[in-house]
């Protein structure tokens, strides 16, 4: 088995998080063209004395390493950590040789060595980019006080008071520093956004197929339904037809007897396929009972009040049985149970504009400290007693940042307003906490972005086109 340059130090990203060594090609093709552009401006226009021998054996080994890349690896090649920090710092000794050979901390290219930093953050390990990081401040200390002078038309030295260069020096590692945090910090949110969100479409793609599995059970059941009972009547018919042959009548009866039971398993599965497909719409408070139903035996009170807001209209409204409004709310009614002590309330008012969802815990309420970050993936726990065990309880419940995250990100796609809050002060005593003293997370949409259109419940189960 092939192992890694730096398996320990530098363990691998999966394959495919990994640089594409085209990509640190093309940019190094990129660097090696501003080179000479500046060197050759720097002899010919500005009449600098440069050794261009050895500034142009430093890009000539830029060159000899892109072509031997080109040539040797494939075109899709993708680089393991280890190959891509020695192809960073090869990158990065190259630049320091030129900047060496051309004056040190007078040069104002010496800014490009930040590059091969913010490529390593934007990418790579943090191991990596601290390597990077700690290589370019180095190099760039030692340039300081050890480099060719850079020299004038005239001969003179070039040179900058000691101040300036400290302060060229001080800017520098500060732009190392910051822009190494910065990008690393901006690709991590970016990284983690994107797998949030293929979780989201995953988990709204499997609550899609559950829906849609009771309308193909209904269609089977109704398809079947037919040649099931041709088949009995033709049985039938043959026991009447074949009275003087015992051994065939109990062969056309076992027919017919497992024709019968077929008809009673579809019967069954068109019976639950046609609920199903009718909860296409539902109730307020059926589609809120369902969301909670995988949660209600997990040892915590689940207690449903649902009612008119003051000034609504008296009856239930009937909603669309949206996959992503319950999957959405199942994962809040799971947050809840998840860190409640013993009771969650799941509360719901509509008027003639608007439907509202609040679900309370008696838990110990978000950290304070987090509750501006809610719904951003990967949050941790709002506490550490929730690896406490316990009735009900995970103790291998990490996190609710994904769950929470999937919950806001389908519930505002539906329509919904959400917001997070703490029913009272998470610092009481438990003896001077309310009843409903945790989390409390109220959803709000508009009654049209819920409201099943009217005569919906009027059209029949269709066959499904085969």
């Not at 390597?131 to 030295?157: E, K, N, Q």
């Not at 024709?259 to 199903?276: S, V, Y």
């Not at 949206?322 to 199942?330: A, D, I, N, T, W």
């Not at 609710?400 to 997070?420: C, D, H, Q, W």
Request: hydrophobic residues 50%; proline residues 6%.
């Amino acid at each position: 088995m092939r192992r890694s340059l730096t398996p320990g130090l530098f363990p691998d990203l999966p394959s495919s998080n990994r640089v594409r060594l085209r990509t640190l090609i093309m940019l190094r093709w990129t660097a090696i063209l501003g080179q000479i552009a500046a060197i050759t401006a720097a002899d010919r226009y500005f009449g600098l004395i440069l050794p261009l021998g050895l500034c142009y054996l430093a890009v000539g080994a830029s060159v000899i390493a892109n072509l031997a890349s080109i040539y040797i690896f494939p075109e899709n090649k993708r680089l393991t950590e280890g190959e891509a920090l020695l192809t960073l710092l090869f990158d990065m000794a190259q630049l320091a040789f030129l900047i060496f050979v051309t004056g040190g901390l007078t040069n104002p290219f010496v800014l490009l060595v930040l590059a091969p930093v913010t490529i390593s953050a934007s990418a790579l390990r943090l191991q990596t980019t601290v390597v990077l990081g700690a290589v370019a401040i180095a190099f760039v200390s030692v340039a300081t006080f050890f480099h060719l002078p850079m020299r004038l038309a005239d001969g003179s030295v070039l040179s900058i008071p000691p101040l300036f260069r400290f302060g060229f020096w001080l800017s520098i590692v500060v732009g190392i520093l910051f822009l190494g945090f910065y990008a690393r910090r901006v690709a991590t949110e970016i990284r983690a956004m994107a797998e949030a969100l293929l979780a989201t479409q995953m988990a709204l793609a499997r609550e899609q197929k559950l829906t849609d599995l009771g309308g193909v059970v209904a269609a089977a059941a109704h398809e079947l339904g037919t040649p099931l009972a041709t088949i009995k009547l033709v049985s039938a018919e043959l026991i009447d037809e074949l009275a003087g042959k015992p051994d065939l009548v109990e062969d056309v009866r076992l027919i017919r007897e497992q024709a019968d039971r077929c008809r009673d398993i579809l019967r069954g599965m068109g019976r639950a396929g046609k609920d199903d497909l009718q909860l296409r719409q539902a109730p307020l408070e059926a589609v809120l009972r369902e969301a909670a139903e995988p949660h209600s035996a997990r040892g915590k009170t689940l207690l449903f009040d649902v009612r008119a807001a003051a000034g609504g209209a008296s009856k239930q409204p009937v909603i669309l049985r949206r996959p992503e409004v319950v999957h959405g709310l199942r994962n809040l009614i799971q947050n809840a149970v998840d860190f409640a002590r013993s009771t969650v309330w799941v509360e719901a008012e509509w008027s003639d504009q608007a439907i509202s969802v609040r679900i309370f815990d008696n838990g110990s309420g978000f950290p304070p400290q987090v509750i501006g970050r809610i719904g951003d993936p990967f949050v941790r726990a709002r506490t550490v007693e929730t690896v406490a065990q316990g009735p009900g309880r995970r103790p291998e419940y990490e996190g609710m940042g994904l769950g929470l995250f999937i919950a806001k990100t389908l519930l505002e796609r539906s329509g919904a307003a959400l917001t997070f809050a703490n029913s009272a002060d998470p610092f009481l005593s438990p003896e001077e906490r309310p009843d409903r003293s945790g989390a409390v997370v109220e959803a709000v949409w508009p009654i049209a972005a819920l409201q099943a259109p009217a005569g919906m419940t009027s059209v029949p189960n269709q066959p499904f086109e085969t």
